[in-house]
T-cell receptor
Framework: AQTVTQSQPEMSVQEAETVTLSCTYD???????LFWYKQPPSRQMILVIR??????QNATENRFSVNFQKAAKSFSLKISDSQLGDAAMYFC??????????????????FGKGTLLTVNP | DAGVTQSPTHLIKTRGQQVTLRCSPI?????VSWYQQVLGQGPQFIFQ???????GRGNFPDRFSARQFPNYSSELNVNALLLGDSALYLC???????????FGQGTRLTVV
């Protein structure tokens, strides 16, 4: 079974500064997807960024970027120019590639316990 | 376009009762998944349905069941409620297996 570990229960950053959230995972699979989700107080999980394991290039979405180290099984999220609206719970998640499932379709996400990000004005 | 909608938003039940939670996926999405998020934890996978068939089940007791209807909406049923079932229940929909999952705002279930 796959596991996802987020070792930082809480992080804080000053507005306009950069912060990095850590995530490690354990799997024996070679093909998978990794995600960072944001959950604000409204409770809705919002996808921040996605990385395919077969892609060596780190994913980037505007101010959000990842550092994907496949051999080390590490997947950190960097938020640049932090804004007050970035304050939320951040979850790292793992999904196996579809061909591991006989049904050919899978959307089981395995989440970490989350990191609460506070942005200070 | 409407996002994933869940109903009700909040619910209070008594131990031993049964509850039904509902989810309407984004139009055109055929896959629906259910997650349980206990306070202070990450979501835990309960079920996935794709084209009205169960495609995955997490490590939850048989008191939890679900189904998907021809219009791809879904219901999650929990029987014989326990205090430990108190949680936020999230529904996610996706068009297919290799596409992004979109989450609803969840149903907050409190068992007293």
């Amino acid at each position: 079974a796959q596991t996802v570990t987020q070792s930082q229960p809480e992080m804080s950053v000053q507005e306009a500064e950069t912060v990095t959230l850590s995530c490690t995972y354990d799997t024996s699979e070679s093909d998978y997807y990794l995600f960072w989700y944001k959950q604000p107080p409204s409770r809705q999980m919002i996808l921040v960024i996605r990385q395919e394991a077969y892609k060596q290039q780190n994913a980037t979405e505007n101010r959000f970027s990842v550092n994907f180290q496949k051999a080390a099984k590490s997947f950190s999220l960097k938020i640049s120019d932090s804004q007050l609206g970035d304050a939320a719970m951040y979850f790292c998640a793992y999904r196996s590639a579809d061909y591991y499932y006989s049904g050919g379709s899978n959307y089981k996400l395995t989440f970490g316990k989350g990191t609460l990000l506070t942005v200070n004005p | 376009d409407a996002g994933v909608t869940q109903s009700p938003t909040h619910l209070i039940k008594t131990r031993g009762q049964q509850v039904t939670l509902r989810c309407s996926p984004i139009s055109g999405h055929k896959s629906v998944s259910w997650y349980q998020q206990v306070l202070g934890q990450g979501p835990q996978f309960i079920f996935q349905y794709y084209e009205k068939e169960e495609r995955g089940r997490g490590n939850f007791p048989d008191r939890f069941s679900a189904r998907q209807f021809p219009n791809y909406s879904s219901e999650l049923n929990v029987n014989a409620l326990l205090l430990g079932d108190s949680a936020l229940y999230l529904c996610a929909s996706s068009f297919g297996s290799n596409t992004e999952a979109f989450f609803g705002q969840g149903t907050r279930l409190t068992v007293v």
